[in-house]
């Protein structure tokens, strides 16, 4: 346990006041003060609760890298693109992008840690440097990663305000009655299995766009933007209607499951570089798995 006795008469914010403090970000000291890590005067309070001079700030924190240790890895990551600020990543099927508490094998996280030491550590928590979002282990594809806090705060913004575009490929079951359509379904967690998400009244909006690029006798193969981006959001748009993603052993057809995952592939970033400003657009090609699979059906 460590103590800090407040010596300036000065009103200042606790989270403020510790971030001059401590070698550790804004965000991960409000998660702190929130948990009950950080006291004042022996109470819980809020990150904007004015110190005054004599107050004792206690802090108690949990060792996370104790829980589980980021430990670099080479893994021959695909970079599509680099420079001082950003990363544009290409990820294969079957690589989780980050660590967790109970996941702890090797992740995208792992790769980039070996690759650079320069990462962005804005995230609340010390499982996710560079993170900016996310996509499934079974989902290949772009993602972006940020190498400094300023880009990640102006991308994190972009992304909120959906001025990210992303846009993927999906082979599903069945054959659409319409070349192209919007989805605008709420989603939310499955209110019976933990595991899952799934179209709920109550939850958050949620808008996927798609048009038919190819069809084939039982199957067909779609062109996905997102609007908004939640878990799961395109293979839960798209099981909802009825032509789930092939392969998706969560909301497909048990009988199609794949020993690779689902056939859903994320080819399209577009976004506006946090540094320069200029219009940046990057596209990956379909894994040969992928590929491969739709030759099968022609």
């Known amino acids: 346990m ?11 914010r606790l989270d403020h006041y510790l971030v001059d403090k401590l ?3 804004r965000s991960q000291i409000t998660s702190h003060i929130k948990t009950g890590h950080i ?21 108690e924190l949990p ?50 840690l070996h690759h650079t030491d320069n990462l962005s550590n804005i995230n ?10 996310r996509i499934d282990k079974d989902t290949s594809g772009l993602l972006l990663v940020a190498k400094t806090n300023k880009a990640h705060e102006i991308l994190a913004k972009d992304l909120k305000n959906h001025a990210i575009k992303r846009e993927y490929i999906a082979l599903v079951h069945g054959v659409l009655d319409h070349n192209k359509g919007i989805i605008d379904a709420p989603i939310s967690r499955h209110p019976k299995v933990r595991t899952k998400m799934a179209v709920v009244a109550s939850g958050k909006p949620a808008i996927t766009h798609f ?4 069809t084939f006798k039982d199957h067909t193969l779609l062109h996905c933007k997102l609007e908004t981006g939640r878990t799961h959001q395109i293979r839960v748009h798209l099981a909802y209607i009825k032509h789930p993603v092939v392969g998706d052993p969560l909301y497909g057809h048990k009988a199609s499951i794949l020993e690779d995952g689902q056939l859903l592939h994320a080819f399209k970033l577009e976004f506006v570089h946090p540094q320069t400003k200029k219009v940046m657009v990057h596209e990956a090609p379909l894994p040969e798995s992928f590929k491969s699979y739709l030759e099968s059906l022609s």
Do not use: A, C
């Not at 460590?2 to 200042?12: A, F, N």
């Not at 006291?39 to 802090?59: F, I, R």
């Not at 048009?211 to 190819?214: A, G, I, K, S, W």
């Open 23 to 25: 070698n550790i970000n």
């Open 63 to 112: 060792d996370q890298t104790k829980i589980t240790p980021l430990k670099p890895k080479d893994i021959n990551l695909d970079i599509v693109f680099e420079d001082d600020h950003i990363m544009v990543i290409n990820k294969p099927k079957g690589l989780v992008v980050h660590p967790s508490k109970t996941f702890t094998d090797t992740t995208l996280v792992s790769g980039l």
């Open 39 to 59: 006291l004042v005067n022996g109470q819980v309070t809020k990150p904007g609760y004015k110190l005054s001079n004599e107050d004792v700030v206690t802090l």
């Open 2 to 12: 460590k103590k800090l006795i407040v010596t300036s008469t000065d009103s200042v």
């Open 124 to 133: 609340d928590d010390l499982f996710r440097p560079g993170i900016v979002h």
């Open 211 to 214: 048009n038919v690029m190819e």
